[in-house]
């Protein structure tokens, strides 16, 4: 079992930074691929980055590539999604994943086990 809970959303402007955490709790942190999600109202819930349990894989979704960084510190059970160059199309609840084995691909939703809360994340122009 993994317990997610993530933390950093708030409110920003046009071309600002924020940094999203996702803390986990569970001894297996370490063994798992973690990804985050968005949604914003009325659509349904995109892909926006993953890593590999390693962190030696890492991808991203063409909306987000070259602006947004994921990483993850296994010691710490945390995970980050740096968010640079905001734009207000960047506004939605932002949720990360976690499953042991990518058995779907990575950009689908379908395919983690385990989900945090959502941090809500707005972006103004």
């Known amino acids: 079992q993994v317990q997610l809970v993530e933390s950093g959303g708030g409110l920003v402007q046009a071309g600002g930074s924020l940094r999203l955490s996702c803390a986990a709790s569970?001894?297996?942190?370490?063994?798992?691929?973690l990804g985050w999600f968005r949604q914003a109202p009325g659509t349904e819930r995109e892909f926006v980055a993953a890593?590999?349990?390693?962190?030696?894989?890492?991808y991203y979704a063409d909306s987000v590539k070259g602006r947004f960084t994921i990483s993850r510190d296994n010691a710490e059970n945390t995970v980050y999604l740096q968010m640079n160059s905001l734009k207000p199309e960047d506004t939605a609840v932002y949720y990360c994943?976690?499953?042991?084995?990518?058995?779907?691909?990575?950009?689908?939703?379908?395919?983690?086990?385990?989900w945090g809360q959502g941090t809500q994340v707005t972006v103004s122009s």
């Open positions: 569970g001894r297996t942190f370490s063994r798992h691929h």
């Open positions: 994943a976690a499953v042991e084995r990518w058995t779907l691909r990575y950009s689908d939703y379908g395919g983690y086990d385990y």
């Open positions: 890593i590999s349990w390693s962190s030696g894989s890492t």
